[in-house]
């Protein structure tokens, strides 16, 4: 079955055209800009790249235009859009109500809607691109994935915050955790190699956003993102954990407003924070490497943080079977792979630097022979997750 990926953010959009029975990848691409000016960078297949610099008014235009693209003649991958059986939209917050992905239907935009406040930034954009599609394509279904729903098997210990009780039962304030939909696939992939279901893995998704995530048997039981994105690692914006302390210290030094904190912790800190340098780890690798200290430190800080939650969640789950590292970071720095695993040998982690320093594709081991629990890289693959829930949604309609 043909289905149309679509992430759909303030002003940009990301989306892949995937066939699910042979998983082929037919097209993908990314508007950003949208509002603004506008550029398009398509993908046939995965290795076709072209470029459209216009004006993109709306979100309404720039998926108008994705789909004029996929059945145009010289960028044609589909005859007519009709070909196109289902929609998989990726949603940021989906609360207490959604534990899996749903067909959309009105009750489901209206729960949506009245999560906005959890994920003020996201979820207008999500839905948005909902109702563009139902709009533009009125006969195809439409799912949408969370990418909170994998963390809502998390015990209540695990996902309430040490306040009062009532601030949970009445403003839902609680560890909602995000980066699911790629935990759920990594950790999956990390089950499968091990041929092992009662496993206790630890999922290391590295990016721009980070988080760390404890899935026992199949499940999360803890993760280091909270009610926002912004608990947890060092990333590289985010400062991840903070005494909550400095807040009001800041706010009263700085004379700062609450939007004014929330931009300062979520933009301007993190490794760009700290290095001044770059939130782009690569150059902040580069600047260390010329001798920059803020730079190694920012690295050093990153790795020890991420060690913390390692450790933390090895001793939650009595045990680990495997690590996991993906995404943007996890998938390509062997540099910060081994300063992670460096001095875990006595619980029994152990990298091979070797293997560990090569780059390859696909799924590979990085620990040694002798290495009591297993080391992986795993690169993610949300879309083809938010593909395949949707064809088991829509397979019998
Ligand atoms: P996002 O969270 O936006 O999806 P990605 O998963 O693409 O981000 O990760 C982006 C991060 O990955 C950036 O900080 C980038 O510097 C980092 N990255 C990509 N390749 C490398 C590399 N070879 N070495 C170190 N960092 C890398």
Redesign the pocket.
């Given at each position: 079955m043909l289905v149309f990926v679509l992430n759909a953010g303030s002003s940009s959009l990301k989306y892949q055209l995937i066939d699910t029975k042979s998983k082929e990848l037919k097209a993908s691409g990314l508007v950003e800009r949208i509002g603004i000016d506008g550029i398009l960078k398509h993908e046939i297949g995965e290795d076709k790249k072209i470029t459209f610099e216009l004006p993109i008014p709306t979100h309404k235009e720039a998926i108008e235009l994705v789909l004029r693209i996929l059945t145009n003649d010289e960028t044609k991958v589909i005859n007519s859009i009709g070909e196109i059986k289902a929609i998989g939209h990726r949603v940021v917050h989906g609360g207490e109500y959604f534990k899996e992905s749903v067909i959309v239907d009105e009750e489901v935009i209206k729960k949506i809607e009245e999560l906005i406040p959890l994920a003020p930034l996201h979820n207008p954009a999500n839905i948005m691109g909902v109702k563009i599609c139902k709009e533009l394509m009125p006969k195809v279904p439409n799912v949408v994935t969370f990418d909170t729903a994998f963390h809502q098997t998390m015990p209540m210990e695990n996902f309430l915050y040490a306040v009062p009780y009532a601030d949970y039962s009445e403003h839902h304030l609680r560890k909602y955790g995000f980066h699911g939909t790629s935990h759920y696939y990594v950790s999956n992939e990390a089950v499968n190699i091990l041929k092992k279901k009662d496993s206790k893995i630890i999922v290391c998704?590295?990016?721009?956003?980070?988080s760390v995530c404890a899935v026992k048997d199949g499940k999360s039981i803890s993760t280091s993102m909270g009610l926002t994105p912004l608990e947890g690692l060092v990333m590289?914006t985010r400062s991840g954990d903070i005494d909550a302390g400095v807040i009001p210290y800041l706010m009263k030094r700085k004379n700062l407003t609450p939007d004014q904190i929330v931009d300062y912790l979520n933009k301007k800190s993190g490794?760009l924070g700290v290095s001044g340098v770059s939130?782009?780890?690569?150059?902040?690798?580069k600047a260390a490497n010329d001798g920059d200290k803020r730079s190694k430190i920012a690295i050093t800080m990153l790795c020890e943080r991420i060690k913390k939650y390692l450790c933390s969640y090895a001793g939650l789950m009595h045990g680990v079977d495997a690590i996991c590292f993906t995404?943007?970071?996890?998938?390509?720095?062997d540099?910060?792979r081994e300063k992670v695993c460096e001095g875990l040998e006595f619980m029994g982690i152990e990298i091979d630097k070797e293997k560990n320093s090569k780059r390859e594709k696909g799924n590979r081991e990085i620990s040694t022979k002798n290495s009591k629990t297993k080391i992986y890289i795993i690169p993610?693959n949300e879309e083809l997750v938010i593909a395949n829930d949707t064809y088991n949604l829509v397979k019998n309609i």
């Open positions: 998704h590295l990016g721009n956003g980070s590289g490794i939130s782009d780890l690569r150059e902040v690798i995404a943007g970071i996890g998938e390509n720095s540099l910060i993610t």
